[in-house]
Structure formats: structure tokens, C-alpha cells
């Protein structure tokens, strides 16, 4: 009778832990989605950029590194909703801060450099290196 107790101990032991594993990779996926969702909304504000001369084009930092620093940098028209652009990109990267956190991403730790400059190159803002 107590090796039969022992086993469903341990079979619910086991259902405890695998089911906590599952709901722990869930709530990691729905992070993780939340912050895709807020890079292809950034994304689509940056395909509207158009520009004509050099100094409509800008760039900003992009990403939280667990490390420290952004992943890279983003360029832009200041054609588009520069404010807005801003708000989204410091709510990715304050989000990605939290979940590099919450969930001990870890990455190399070397730093993206800025671009030297951006200009626009046939219409479209780019990184100049």
C-alpha cells in the first residue's frame, strides 16, 4: 500500500513540476510576443520614412541588451512621427530590459557602435559606418 502511495506522490510531483515548466514557457512566449508586436509596429511607423536631403535623417538606439546598450540603431526620416517613434522605442527597449530580467537572457557583450552619420541615399535614410 505505501509503494502505491509513493507513486502517486510522485506522479503528482511530477505533473506539479511539468505543468509549472509549461506555464512558465507560456507567460516567456506571451513576453516575448508582446515585444515582436511592439517592433512590428515600429517597424511599419519606419516604412513611411521618405527623405530628400541629409539632414532629415536621424537614428536612435534599438534594444535592451542584457549586457547593457542597445542591439543596434535604427535609422529614420524625421519625415515620420519622430515623437511617436521616440515613445515606442523607449517602451521596447524599457520592455526588453524587464524581460532580459525576468526571464535571465543573457547575450555577448559587445557594444553596437552608433552610426557616424545618416543620409539619405535615394530616398531612404541610411547608416553611415
Avoid at 52 to 61: K, P, Q
Avoid at 85 to 107: D, H, M, Q, T
Avoid at 108 to 116: E, F, R, S, Y
Wanted: hydrophobic share 40%; proline share 3%; net charge negative.
Amino acid at each position: 500500500m505505501s509503494i502505491i502511495k509513493n507513486i502517486l506522490k510522485t506522479i503528482a510531483l511530477f505533473a506539479i513540476v511539468f505543468s509549472c515548466t509549461n506555464n512558465s514557457a507560456s507567460l516567456q512566449e506571451q513576453d516575448r510576443y508582446e515585444l515582436e508586436q511592439l517592433e512590428t509596429e515600429i517597424e511599419m511607423l519606419l516604412s513611411e520614412e521618405k527623405c530628400a536631403e541629409n539632414a532629415t535623417c536621424d537614428f536612435i538606439a534599438f534594444g535592451s541588451k542584457p549586457c547593457g546598450g542597445p542591439w543596434h540603431y535604427l535609422v529614420y526620416s524625421t519625415s515620420i512621427n519622430t515623437e511617436l517613434l521616440k515613445l515606442k522605442v523607449a517602451e521596447y527597449n524599457n520592455k526588453e530590459a524587464i524581460y532580459n530580467k525576468k526571464w535571465s537572457i543573457y547575450s555577448d557583450c559587445m557594444a553596437a557602435l552608433p552610426p557616424k552619420s545618416a543620409e539619405c541615399i535615394d530616398g531612404i535614410c541610411a547608416a553611415i559606418y
